[in-house]
């Protein structure tokens, strides 16, 4: 399970894009303020689930901010790039459903997956287009 540091944003994820490193850490940041309102049970489960709905909702703009400056990049992946975020997106979308339908969802489960998933991605995946996009600015 992780813990807030583990949560915390460091340089590690930097991909040299502004925008897509300031959109990365406001995730990050989503995350910590949810692991830190489970931790404390703050206010009950209604503002983790407002958090839960923010965190999704600024996943999914994440996304297509990222996917649309591909595409005018012309990155030669980005094909499977998005492929990867349409797999979090299908899993990311039933959370919402199930939470607009009132049944029970394990939000530290939630909060670990896309926690673990969004590192992997940044680490594994996102650096995949940091070099094509450098070599297309210079």
């Given at each position: 399970?992780?813990?807030?540091?583990?949560l915390t944003w460091n340089e590690k994820y930097l991909t040299g894009?502004?925008?897509i490193d300031d959109q990365h850490k406001r995730i990050f940041d989503l995350l910590e303020k949810l692991n830190n309102q489970l931790k404390n049970n703050e206010?009950?489960?209604?503002?983790?689930?407002?958090?839960?709905?923010?965190?999704?909702?600024?996943t999914l703009k994440h996304f297509i901010f990222e996917e649309n400056l591909l595409e005018l990049n012309d990155y030669p992946d980005l094909t499977k790039h998005k492929l990867g975020h349409?797999?979090?997106?299908?899993?990311?979308?039933q959370y919402k459903d199930d939470i607009d339908a009132?049944?029970?969802v394990n939000l530290s489960e939630l909060k670990d997956f896309i926690f673990e998933w969004l590192t992997s991605h940044i680490l594994m995946v996102d650096m995949q287009y940091v070099p094509y996009l450098k070599e297309k600015k210079s």
């Open positions: 399970m992780s813990t807030t540091t583990e894009n502004q925008d206010e009950g489960n209604s503002m983790a689930i407002e958090v839960v709905m923010d965190l999704l909702d600024y349409d797999m979090l997106t299908l899993k990311v979308m009132n049944k029970e």
